[in-house]
């Protein structure tokens, strides 16, 4: 099973600051027959299901504010908020989708500081 | 737009049968979309437990790790499709999601959870 590995744990962030939570997989999910990472990022608010912000590691789903924004390659990756706002604070998740079984990472709690 | 609702029960005792339904409206459950089965726990976290999906024939996909007591079932006469996971245990303590899968693989519709506490 590919294993995701999220940090940090937890992440205090101001209103207004920038946020940046990073995910390790523990081999490439990069696809090199269409150069595609399968990647997928989502936010869960409490008493929620996790809610789909980014696929292919940087495609902002429909309706996700432009403030969010994922980068990475091959085992490396990134989620970040641009200006935290406070509807932000939630735990966020990284998601492989390369092979079943489908992994996530442990997530990471996202507060205002 | 998809709606993913679920039903079933949020007691279960041990060594019995969890069943679980996800209705689907806005899809088919016959279509090229995969409905999958997620669990989320304190110890475990989100976990992947299987998913099926029709292609001119029905197929399954389970976490290794459970192969042995899944069952996930299509009802292609009511638009759903179900979970059950036999002889549970505490351990199988957790909200359970169904969610619909993208073509390449995220899970883009997510139903609205179940809380299943196995306890005698």
């Known amino acids: 099973d590919i294993v995701m590995t999220q940090s940090p744990d937890s992440l205090p962030v101001s209103l207004g600051e920038r946020a940046t939570i990073n995910c390790k997989s523990s081999?490439?999910?990069?696809?090199?027959?269409?150069?595609?990472?399968?990647l997928a990022w989502y936010q869960q608010r409490p008493g929620q299901p996790p809610r789909l912000l980014i696929y292919w590691a940087s495609t902002r789903e429909s309706g996700v504010p432009d403030r969010f924004s994922g980068s990475g390659s091959g085992t490396d990756f990134t989620l970040t908020i641009g200006s935290l706002q406070a509807e932000d604070v939630a735990v966020y998740y990284c998601?492989?989708?390369?092979?079943?079984?489908?992994?996530f990472g442990q997530g990471t709690e996202l507060e205002i500081k | 737009q998809v709606h993913l609702q679920q039903s079933g029960p949020g007691l279960v005792k041990p060594s019995q049968t969890l069943s679980l339904t996800c209705a689907i409206s806005?899809?088919?459950?016959?279509?090229?979309?995969?409905w999958n089965w997620i669990r989320q726990s304190p110890s475990r976290g989100l976990e992947w437990l299987g998913r099926?999906?029709?292609?001119?024939?029905?197929?399954?996909d389970y976490a290794v790790s459970l192969k042995s007591r899944i069952t996930i079932n299509p009802d292609t006469s009511k638009n759903q499709f179900s979970l059950q996971l036999n002889s549970v245990t505490p351990e199988d303590t957790a909200v359970y999601y169904c969610?619909?899968?993208?073509?390449?693989?995220?899970?883009?519709?997510w139903g609205q959870g179940t809380l299943v506490t196995v306890s005698s």
């Open positions: 806005g899809d088919s459950v016959s279509s090229n979309s995969v």
């Open positions: 099926t999906y029709y292609r001119s024939k029905w197929y399954n």
């Open positions: 998601q492989q989708y390369y092979a079943t079984p489908y992994t």
């Open positions: 969610a619909r899968e993208s073509a390449s693989g995220w899970a883009e519709y």
């Open positions: 081999q490439s999910v990069l696809y090199s027959s269409n150069n595609k990472n399968y």
